[in-house]
């Protein structure tokens, strides 16, 4: 499985970016999958997660109300949409599948290629 993000950049605060997320070895319909964010000297964080087989999303408090996750089904992508971007949401942003448990969304593979939002105040 290879996991691929991108979409990243420089944004003002205020700004919109759109990620999106290739998918290889894997279908994104038959998965559950979640965007996780990484600021620097930071844990890697939840952000949004999106359940197979149905169109349920789940946010992170931080992110509610300005990012949405959807899933393009056809073209085996997910993409994150952020809007009123701030300075606090600078971090490498990475895909992967996720599974829910106890609470949690927990990835199903190795890490691929996250990409970089740097919000500037």
């Known amino acids: 499985v290879q996991l691929q993000a991108s979409g990243g950049g420089l944004v003002q605060a205020g700004g919109s970016l759109r990620l999106s997320c290739s998918a290889s070895?894997?279908?994104?319909?038959?998965?559950?999958m979640g965007w996780f964010r990484q600021a620097p000297g930071k844990e890697r964080e939840f952000v949004a997660a999106m359940r197979k087989g149905t169109v349920s999303t789940y946010y992170a408090d931080s992110v509610k109300g300005r990012f949405t996750i959807s899933r393009d089904n056809a073209n085996n992508r997910v993409y994150l949409q952020m809007n009123a971007l701030r300075p606090e949401d600078t971090a490498v942003y990475s895909c992967?599948?996720?599974?829910?448990?106890?609470?949690?969304?927990?990835?199903?593979?190795?890490w691929g290629k996250g990409t970089q939002v740097t919000v500037s105040s």
């Open positions: 992967n599948a996720v599974r829910a448990a106890g609470g949690s969304y927990w990835v199903m593979y190795a």
């Open positions: 070895g894997l279908t994104v319909s038959s998965h559950g």
